[in-house]
């Protein structure tokens, strides 16, 4: 029982780490109808800049001598955790913003010759991140006051980080999106300028502008993601793809633009990635690692019966 309560409480947060990553996506690929497949790319380099930051900042003794752990090189204060997750998140979103302004706003509408330029930049990043941080898995450090686990009901012990920071970050984020898209002008403007950007354009609404600050923002939620997935789990190379891929399976399960599909798509990936990596096990025989194909089973029998998606609607 308590290893199906863990298993559990893994899909969940891994759940909730896809929604935060996904839901930037759903805005820029679902919302917008821009094909950025470079969104892995500003995962992964969302969590190498914060990585970056802590290790020259926020170490003892090298970098700027910022460090305010006061303790040893592997402590670290909620400062020197905080700080690089909110310089990181903002690099990435101006770096979303210079990416959209350069090189997809000219090619609004036509999404193979998006999708060839972004996978054509997520493969130069790929190989400029490799280059730079190496093949080895890193680490970004959680703070050290935090504790490592919590104990639950049941004798149930987890992760502190995934358990309490991953998934409030996910609820937050799900409500202030919510929030954004439904209840401000802001968000009506997006909305109305992806079903007809002339009319919008027509009322004197600067429609450029305003995506540029969706972009901004999906980029930004990309960077979040890189942070608490390099916390997580670990930054290394390959993450990227695996996080677009993840992304597209949460985009395509929920439905184009649908927020609340993305988490719905994103608890499903969630939960059945982490009961297929233990429960594929049949007597001698060993499948789990199969597990792979257990997650394309759920998207073809989401999409066999709703082929838009769960909350998808035509464009």
């Known amino acids: 029982m308590q290893q199906f309560v863990t298993v559990t409480l893994n899909g969940l947060t891994l759940a909730a780490l896809y929604f935060v990553v996904a839901s930037g996506f759903t805005l820029i690929f679902g919302l917008m109808r821009v094909v950025n497949m470079a969104h892995g790319s500003l995962y992964l380099l969302g969590g190498y800049i914060a990585l970056e930051i802590q290790t020259r900042w926020f170490t003892s003794d090298s970098g700027l001598g910022l460090s305010l752990s006061g303790a040893s090189d592997s402590e670290y204060s909620v400062w020197a955790w905080l700080v690089p997750l909110i310089l990181a998140t903002l690099i990435i979103g101006v770096i979303g913003v210079v990416l959209q302004q350069v ?40 703070p050290s006051a935090w504790p490592t686990s919590i104990t639950l009901p049941g004798e149930v012990r987890f992760g502190f980080f995934r358990g309490v920071v991953v998934l409030s970050a996910a609820i937050l984020i799900g409500l202030a999106l919510y929030l954004i898209i439904k209840r ?132």
């Open 184 to 315: 401000t002008r802001f968000g009506k403007i997006v909305r109305a300028g992806v079903d007809d950007r002339d009319m919008v354009s027509a009322l004197g609404i600067n429609v450029n502008r305003v995506f540029i600050g969706m972009f901004f923002l999906g980029a930004l939620l990309a960077g979040i993601g890189g942070v608490l997935g390099g916390t997580m789990i670990s930054l290394a190379p390959g993450q990227d793809t695996a996080f677009l891929l993840n992304s597209l399976i949460v985009v395509i399960i929920g439905g184009m633009g649908s927020l609340g599909g993305a988490a719905i798509g994103a608890l499903a990936l969630g939960l059945v990635d982490a009961y297929a990596d233990v429960y594929l096990v049949f007597g001698d025989l060993d499948l789990t690692n199969y597990s792979i194909i257990v997650t394309f089973a759920l998207l073809v029998g989401v999409l066999a019966f709703r082929p838009l998606g769960l909350y998808g609607r035509p464009a």
């Open 103 to 142: 090189f997809l706003r000219w090619n609004q509408g036509q999404d193979l010759r998006q999708a060839l330029i972004t996978i054509a930049l997520s493969v130069i990043l790929a190989d400029q991140m490799l280059a730079y941080w190496g093949g080895i898995s890193k680490d970004i450090a959680a």
